[in-house]
């Protein structure tokens, strides 16, 4: 079964750091684009990013670029958001999803979702 | 960047009911077009890619048309686990992906 699971919910305080993860399974994670998607409380969705695990190659939402790094440990299959310094706006759901490329793309699966919540 | 917007914002049906949510995009995107299910507290799922293709697993009552700037996604006979809120994506501008807003589909 193709997987991709998350990382647990986190709770930081402003200017903090933070690097949440996405570990898939059941495929081969280097040859599926990951992608990264924020979802603020009661909104909608917004794509933030995506990765080649392969070699890393990575393209920014110019809504996300400098605000996030997404990377990817291809030995562990694990792709990686992180924040260098947190804002309460930061408060969302992260989900990662699997891009997948035929005569189109759509992305399947989904990871069940991190709850980052950034409070003084 | 392409805009997609989604009519209605939301809707009341009752189980049953055929449902049908219309997406539409700011220039044309040939058949780009994914539809998505979210159920509160839980991550989206893929319904329909490439605007008319169903994914694997899902029931048939769920179908997708359309192509070019106009689409809709249909629900032939509403479940009472159809309930949720319903986004399309385009996937024609890489890697620039746009959602819609959203339906909510709710109980009437």
């Known amino acids: 079964e193709v997987q991709l699971v998350q990382s647990g919910a986190e709770v930081k305080k402003p200017g903090e750091s933070l690097k949440i993860s996405c570990k898939g399974s059941?495929?081969?994670?280097?040859?599926?684009?990951i992608g990264w998607v924020r979802q603020m409380p009661g909104k909608g969705l917004e794509w933030m990013g995506i990765i080649y695990p392969g070699d890393s190659d990575t393209r920014y939402s110019p809504s996300f670029q400098g605000q996030v790094t997404i990377s990817a440990d291809k030995s562990i299959s694990t792709a990686y958001l992180q924040w260098s310094s947190l804002k309460a706006s930061d408060t969302a759901m992260y989900y990662c999803?699997?891009?997948?490329?035929?005569?189109?793309?759509?992305?399947?699966?989904w990871g069940q979702g991190t709850l980052v919540t950034v409070s003084s | 960047d392409i805009q997609m917007t989604q009519s209605p914002s939301s809707l009341s049906a009752s189980v049953g009911d055929r449902v049908t949510i219309t997406c539409r995009a700011s220039?044309?995107?040939?058949?780009?077009l994914n539809w998505y299910q979210q159920k509160p507290g839980k991550a989206p799922k893929l319904l329909i890619y490439?605007?008319?293709s169903l994914q694997s697993g899902v029931p048939s009552r769920f179908s997708g048309s359309g192509s070019g700037t106009d689409f809709t996604l249909t629900i032939s006979s509403l479940q009472p686990e159809d309930f949720a809120t319903y986004y399309c994506?385009?996937?024609?501008?890489?890697?620039?992906?746009?959602f819609g807003p959203g339906t909510k589909v709710d109980i009437k």
């Open positions: 999803a699997r891009r997948i490329v035929g005569a189109t793309s759509w992305f399947d699966p």
């Open positions: 059941g495929y081969s994670f280097t040859s599926y684009w």
């Open positions: 490439a605007a008319s």
């Open positions: 220039q044309s995107i040939s058949s780009y």
């Open positions: 994506q385009q996937s024609y501008s890489t890697p620039w992906w746009t």
